[in-house]
């Protein structure tokens, strides 16, 4: 009977996914790829994770024997403000099918990951694990919320009725290479990274919005990749843990522009648009369970963690998820579309006919 453990990566083309992937093959050390293991990591490509019959194709192909969930419906804020049906619904059938498919398959471990926003809008700081039930998360995005949260949830039952070891994660803001910096819908740092970038290229204002007073605490993917693997590999609890810098190391949104401005090499006008809301002002999460588990685990320096997520951006520019590949990618197909549209006119004026309504208007004949 074969030992070799599969491990099945959901999601595995993203911020997290790409990251588990870089320290599976780059660290030599406790984190690295160990004898035994296979790892393979799923893009949307391999399948529809709504849908129970894709999800079984792909286990049915891998036979995994561990399960890091990644995948998700995810968006920014404006997004889980307007779909929020979409966002419950979609992330509840990817993680039905994912954890029951794993149950039906026999994994011997499933590490999904949540989010803080799980957390309930009224709340004490920090926040710990033991707070995610308490109360209603906030209403702007309580559709992915209450989705996420019951992966706690079924977790719990797993263990319960059938002794699943299926556990979860719950990260804070996360960033690094493979990010999505696409202006309308990233997070904080990817944003502030391309807005810098373009106000730098184009000779523009950088502007921030917010007084930049905000604290937050960030961990670098490559950190939490490591930190995920080792939950996969060494942590048996059922219930969720802080994946988490230690209360210490907030950092303000002013620090982080700062910081940007410093890697990017902007010497421009660079200021904050206080007439745009701050937002929430800080919302603590503690990592005592973590440090608990984990007393010597080296965070990356947040300087050195920014440096090589401007210096990954600037030299993946082109292939990185940002909106000028929208409009790229839009411009080139409505370029084929009139290539197209001209080249099968003229085929019909070569024949003696002509069909006006195929011809870019500056080509039809009156």
């Known amino acids: 009977m074969s030992t070799e453990k599969v491990v099945l990566v959901t999601g595995g083309s993203g911020l997290v996914g790409q990251a588990i992937k870089w320290v599976i093959e780059n660290d030599n050390g406790r984190f690295g790829r160990k004898d035994g293991e296979r790892w393979i990591f799923l893009t949307s490509k391999d399948g529809d994770l709504r849908s129970r019959e894709a999800t079984h194709a792909v286990f049915e192909k891998y036979k995994p024997t561990h399960v890091v969930h990644l995948a998700a419906l995810v968006g920014g804020l404006f997004k889980n403000m307007k779909y929020k049906l979409d966002f419950l619904r979609d992330n509840l059938l990817i993680n039905d099918n994912v954890l029951h498919t794993a149950h039906e398959y ?11 926003c799980v957390f309930p809008d009224k709340t004490t700081y920090p926040i710990d694990e033991t707070m995610i039930h308490n109360g209603p998360p906030h209403p702007s995005n309580f559709g992915y919320a209450y989705a996420k949260r019951l992966i706690d949830t079924q977790n719990k039952a797993y263990f319960e ?11 804070t803001n996360v960033f690094g290479p493979h990010d999505n910096y696409d202006l309308q819908d990233s997070h904080v740092i990817p944003g502030l990274v391309h807005k810098c970038y373009l106000a730098k290229k184009n000779g523009t204002p950088f502007v921030v919005a917010g007084t930049g007073k ?9 950190d939490l990749a490591r930190l995920f693997i080792w939950v996969l590999r060494e ?4 219930d969720p843990i802080i994946l988490s810098v230690g209360e210490k190391d907030e950092v303000s949104i002013k620090d982080v522009a700062d910081t940007i401005v410093k890697h990017l090499g902007f010497d421009g006008s660079y200021s904050f648009d206080t007439t745009k809301p ?11 369970k973590l440090l608990s588990y984990l007393p010597d685990f080296e965070f990356t320096p947040f300087d050195v963690a920014i440096q090589e997520s401007v210096k990954w951006f600037l030299e993946n520019y082109d292939k990185a998820r940002t909106a000028n590949m929208v409009r790229l990618a839009s411009e080139t ?6 290539q197209l549209k001209m080249l099968v006119g003229r085929i019909y004026v070569k024949h003696g006919y002509l069909i006006n309504s195929l011809l870019p208007a500056q080509q039809k004949r009156h």
Not at 161 to 171: D, M
Not at 214 to 222: A, D, E, K, V
Not at 278 to 288: I, L
Not at 333 to 338: K, L, R, S
């Open 214 to 222: 905000p604290l937050r605490q960030f961990i670098y993917s490559r």
């Open 161 to 171: 009725q059938f002794g699943h070891r299926f556990t979860s994660v719950i990260p």
């Open 235 to 238: 942590y048996d609890e059922i």
């Open 278 to 288: 701050d937002g929430q002002f800080k919302k603590t999460a503690s990592n005592a």
């Open 106 to 116: 026999k994994v011997e471990k499933v590490v999904s990951c949540l989010s803080t």
């Open 333 to 338: 197909w409505n370029e084929m579309i009139t």
